[in-house]
């Protein structure tokens, strides 16, 4: 019995190790962006995003919940930047999915009260580029500088 619990303990030790080595070797990596995306908020639905904030929170949502449930970690972001130091006009949070109802998304932003813009790439360009792995998707919201460069993974 003591043989099994140091063995799952050695288990979790080197994953967590494994993590947190994966996670170091992402931080300063650039994001690329640029891809045919569809840029949503509650006021518009776009082809350009409208907005360049020195901040930007990205985060990957999962399209298999319902919207109000997708939207969730966005309220949990939005929280947490007005709880820190930071201005609500130099900071942005990108969600990105890989399809949407845009109308319903709008609706739905508007309805929950978020600022957040929600990227579609419908041709997966993000996840291609950015070499998207299981650890990124894990970890689904990391912050970039003004130069996209990942500042914070978690």
Do not use: W
């Amino acid at each position: 019995m003591i043989l099994i619990g140091f063995l799952v303990s050695i288990q979790f030790v080197s994953c967590t190790s494994r993590e947190k080595r994966e996670i170091k070797q992402m931080m300063g990596r650039t994001v690329r962006l640029g891809g045919n995306f569809i840029y949503i908020d509650s006021a518009c639905v776009s082809t350009k995003s409208q907005h360049n904030n020195e901040i930007r929170v990205m985060t990957i949502l999962d399209n298999n919940d319902c919207y109000e449930c997708m939207f969730k970690p966005i309220l949990g972001i939005e929280l947490l930047l007005s709880k820190s130091n930071v201005n609500a006009d130099d900071a942005e949070i990108l969600a990105f999915v890989d399809s949407i109802d845009s109308q319903k998304a709008q609706l739905v932003l508007k309805s929950m009260n978020l600022d957040a813009t929600i990227v579609v790439d419908s041709l997966n360009y993000y996840k291609q580029k950015n070499n998207v792995n299981e650890l990124l998707y894990k970890n689904r919201t990391f912050i970039v500088d003004s130069k996209n460069r990942i500042v914070f993974v978690g």
